[in-house]
Structures are given as structure tokens and as C-alpha cells.
């Protein structure tokens, strides 16, 4: 049951992301300003946790050079995500980011390192066909954003190549919270070159803004990460990762409560396909470990 509690508090605190960022971008604060705080308050909370459960953080020249390399690919993830916040509805992005489950089947298969199943083509296909729902509103009413689309997408892209890498051989003994406190460096100096070179902010203009930032890099970042790799080692990654699905539900209602969010049926039921395919994948052992980390 801790595993199981400890799956759904970290899946309350992504599933609340979508619309906590919203609400931080209508205080007037921006993407840029935003990602450059939360993901260096995140590193140091990371490491500070590292260093005080005297985790073991030594990695072989080959290993930080992957968890760089996959930090690169997440500054991708993080950004698209936040830039697709806003053209759609927070839970509408999260189920979008999710299809990176079944883009990272399709690359096992590619690659060789998984052979080509029935199920998990099926399951694939599930996904896709959930995927055209979900964007495709034949009355046009309550169409959702193309953009928003595109780039929720595109971050599921991103996801995809980075949950991939990390699911080699190389990072497999590597603790969870070790690889995050490796993998945010790369971000985290890119968001604040990034905040630098667009003349937005380095620092929160408000006590609100300045809130925003500590939730959503203390629970949403830091905190959630910590509570999964905790889980993970109670009930196992596949375990961990369906309760996991229930993200999107969260974020649906978190949206609807905090900002009025409202999602056509055709999109509801096409979420619910792609949810469905991504249970049926996890069961079927699509892929053999799965990476949740922080948003």
C-alpha cells in the first residue's frame, strides 16, 4: 500500500502541474524566468538530498556523458510542454506527452532491442487511432489548438528519446535520484542562458510569482521525482507506471477546477483510448523499464 500511495501523491503533483504553470504564466511571469528558477531550485533541492542520504553519485566517463547527453534532449521536453500550456488545456498536454510511451516501443522495435510483438503493435495502434480522436473534432466546435498540439507532441518526441536512452544498459545501476541530479545540470544552465539571452527576468517580480516557482520545483519537480524512485523500489517501475495513467485524470480535474478548463467528448474518449493502450503496453511488458521522472 506505500508503494501504491507513494505512485499517486507524485502522480497528484504532476497531474496538478499543468494548471499550476498556467496560473503562474497569468501572474505575468514567463516561460523563461520560470524554467531558469525551478529547474536550478530543483538541481540544488536534488542534490542536497544526494549528498545528505549519502547516496553513491559516481559514474563512469561513459555514464555522464549519456546523462548529458539526455539532459540536452530534456530541455526539449520541458519546454515544449510549458509552451503547449499555452494553446490547450493542461490535461489535454499531458495525454499528448504520454503517446511518448508508444513512440518508445516503436524505437526498441526499430533498433532491435525489442521483437516485434502483436500486442504491442496493437497497443500501438490503439494509441494512434486515440490520438486522432483527440485532435480531430469533424464539428469544429471546441476544435483544440493546432500548435498546442504540435508541441505537446513534440515533447513527447523528446520524452520518447530520452526515456530510450536511459533504458539501455548503461545507466541500469545507477540510482534514480542520481540520474536526475545528473541529467538537470544540462537544462538547468540552458534555461538560465536561455532567461539571460531573451531579456526576460532572472529572478520572480512578485511574492506569487516567487510561490509558483518553490511549488512547482519543490512538489512538482523535486518532491515527486524523490516519492517515484521510492516507489519504484517498493512495487516496481511496471507497477508504478500504470497506477502512474492516472496523471491525466488529475490534471483533467485540476483544470477544470482552478481554470475553467473544458474538453470536447471526442478528445475525453480519444484520451481514454490512449490511457487504455498505455495500461495494455506496461502489462504486456512493452517496455522493460520505465521512465517517469520530473516534467
Known sequence: MKGIALVLATSLFYGLMPAVTQLSFKTGLSIETMLSNRYLIALAATWAYIFATRADFRVTRKQLALLLAVGVSYIGVALFINMSYLYLPGAMTSILVFMYVSMVVLMEIVSGREKPKAMKLLCVGISLAGLVMVVYDPSGAGALSVPGILLALAAGTCYAIYAFALGGTVTKNLDS?????????IPTIAYIVRCWQSAEPMLPESFEQVMYILALAMFCTFIGSVLFCKAVKLIGSGNASIINTVEPVIA??????????????TAIIGGCIIIAAIILLNISDGIKESVFLDR
Not at 535520484?177 to 545528473?182: A, C, D, F, R, S
Not at 483544470?255 to 478548463?261: A, F, K, R, T, V
Open 177 to 185: 535520484i542520481v540520474l536526475i541530479g545528473y541529467i538537470l545540470i
Open 252 to 265: 483533467y480535474f485540476g483544470g477544470l477546477l482552478l481554470l475553467g478548463d473544458t474538453l470536447n467528448l
